[in-house]
Every structure is written in structure tokens, then in C-alpha cells.
């Protein structure tokens, strides 16, 4: 049972068979006659179906809700059973926003450090990626913004605030400012984040309260592009300040940006539920402890 609802969450996720199959690790027909089984053990159509994968009936969606529950109770079991046997071990899988991965190293190095037998992977994803890494339990925990848009029933602990930056290039005419305000980064030739993504939403938004119109002449949604680009010369960006400090190098100069001083609240978000694998559980009591020190 627990392997149907699995792969009944990946075709939820895929939305697509023969791609749910490929993730499963199955062939097509496996994959279609274990869903086929599975509703006949409910006794309910979960999916509909044409010529392809059409979505979820209202009966699976809501065992959709229950899957996620099961799979997610069967793998704390199994890791509790783990940790009785060999202690504390396993896979971590973090993701975090770009601009915050500067700061993971923070969380999982001591983490790694007291526990040898625990592994780690760190993924870059949007925040909207994030919080569906969650619920397709996909990831354990992500890194992301707490405040600017909703996040949902997550555990959140928080982090550190975000302060922001302009990264321009030591021989552009400010090369030797202290301060710059928002409305003077506005008129600049600017390279920004692509607006799928949060931080550029949270840039957008500031500019708007102090009646500034940005248009910038490259985006990416990589930010070892956007200081490739202003290492040039020819275009300066906005980072938060701990990103940039830690990227800059002799030939890029970071300028507080003032008037006003704005921030965003960043923090660690994992799925509401109890109780956690003690993986997660472990994680979890570290990241508060080091949020309070």
C-alpha cells in the first residue's frame, strides 16, 4: 500500500504517467497497474484519464492528503527504527532561496559536524519551489522568506533579516560612495533576479513605495550571472548585504542602500507535523539553538 501511495504522490506531482514512471524508477504499465490497484483497493477513481493524464477526481485529491500523511508516517518509522539500530543518520535534503545560500553553511556544517553519519544536499529553488518540495515531501526542510508571501501550516523558525546592497564595480562613478538611496539605484543600468523569483518580487515592491520604476536591462535567475554581469563594468545589482560581502571580491564594491533601510525576514520552514523523523527532529532542535545564540 504504502508503495502505491507513493507513486500515486509522484504522478499527483508529474502530473504526466510515463514521467511519474521514470521518477519511480518503473515501467509505465507498472505504474498505471499499481494506481489501477489502488483504486480498486479504496473502491474509488483517483485519477482521470483519457489518452493522458487528465488530474485527480475529488476522491483523489483527498487521498492525496491522506497519501502524503501515510508516506510520510511509514518513512519516520522506518528512520526511528534506523536510529534505535545505528544512531542518529541519514539523508538531509535542504533547499533554499538563492540569495540565502550563503547561509546554509551555518546550519549544516555543525550539524554534519556532530552527527558523522548524516548526509547532506542542498538544493537552489524559488520560494514557491520550496514549499512544493514540502508537501511532495521532497525535501525535508527549505530556507525561504517568511513574511512578503503566505507559506502556509509550516513549522518556521527564523533566521536572520535580510538587508539589501547595490554590488557595483570598483571603477564606475561610485566607486567611492558610502550610501546610496533607492530612488538613485533606480536610474541605474541594472541587472536584477527574474521576477519568478521572491527576492525580486520583495525589490519591485520598495521601489514601488518610494515612487521608483526599475527596468533592468538583464535578468537571470542565477545570481552567479548577475555578478559575472556587473564584473564587467557595464551594470551594477542588488543583493542582500551577507550575500554579497560573501561573493564580493577587489573589484566589486558593496553600498548600503538607505532611505528607507529595508529588510525581509528569513527563515527555516518544514512541514507541520508530529512527530518528526528524528533526522528533521535533530535538525530542527540544532537550527533553534543556533537562531537564539
Given amino acids: 500500500m504504502i508503495e502505491k501511495l507513493e507513486m500515486f504522490i509522484t504522478l499527483a506531482r508529474e502530473q504526466h504517467f510515463g514521467h511519474a514512471a521514470e521518477a519511480c524508477g518503473v515501467s509505465q504499465p507498472a505504474l498505471s497497474a499499481s494506481i489501477k490497484q489502488l483504486e480498486e483497493q479504496l473502491g474509488v477513481l483517483l485519477v482521470l484519464r483519457g489518452s493522458r493524464y487528465q488530474g485527480l477526481t475529488a476522491e483523489g485529491q483527498r487521498v492525496l492528503e491522506w497519501a502524503r500523511r501515510l508516506v510520510a508516517d511509514a518513512r519516520t518509522m522506518q528512520q526511528e527504527l534506523k536510529t534505535i539500530r545505528d544512531g542518529l543518520s541519514g539523508h538531509l535534503k535542504v533547499a533554499s532561496i538563492p540569495t540565502a545560500l550563503s547561509y546554509v553553511p551555518a546550519l549544516t556544517a555543525p550539524f554534519v559536524a556532530s552527527n558523522p553519519g548524516v548526509t547532506v544536499s542542498v538544493l537552489s529553488r524559488s520560494s514557491a519551489e520550496i514549499l512544493s518540495l514540502l508537501e511532495n515531501l521532497e525535501i525535508d526542510v527549505g530556507i525561504t522568506y517568511l513574511e512578503n508571501e503566505p507559506v502556509g501550516k509550516v513549522t518556521q523558525i527564523p533566521l536572520y533579516r535580510e538587508t539589501y546592497c547595490l554590488v557595483t564595480h570598483v571603477d564606475t562613478h561610485l566607486g567611492d560612495a558610502r550610501r546610496i538611496t533607492w530612488n538613485d539605484v533606480s536610474r541605474l543600468p541594472l541587472c536584477l533576479l527574474t521576477k519568478d523569483m521572491q527576492n525580486r518580487r520583495i525589490l519591485d515592491g520598495i521601489l ?11 535578468e537571470s535567475d542565477s545570481i552567479v550571472t548577475l555578478f559575472a554581469h556587473v ?22 564594491k558593496t553600498i548600503p542602500i538607505i532611505d528607507p533601510v529595508a529588510g525581509s525576514q528569513i527563515g527555516l520552514v518544514a512541514t507541520h507535523r508530529e512527530p518528526y523523523a528524528p533526522l528533521i527532529s535533530a535538525f530542527l532542535r540544532q537550527v533553534r539553538h543556533l537562531a537564539q545564540v
Fill in 231 to 252: 564584473q564587467t563594468g557595464l551594470w551594477s545589482t542588488v543583493m542582500p548585504e551577507s550575500l554579497a560581502t560573501t561573493l564580493a571580491n577587489e573589484t566589486l
Fill in 208 to 218: 514601488t513605495q518610494v515612487s521608483a520604476d526599475v527596468a533592468p536591462t538583464l
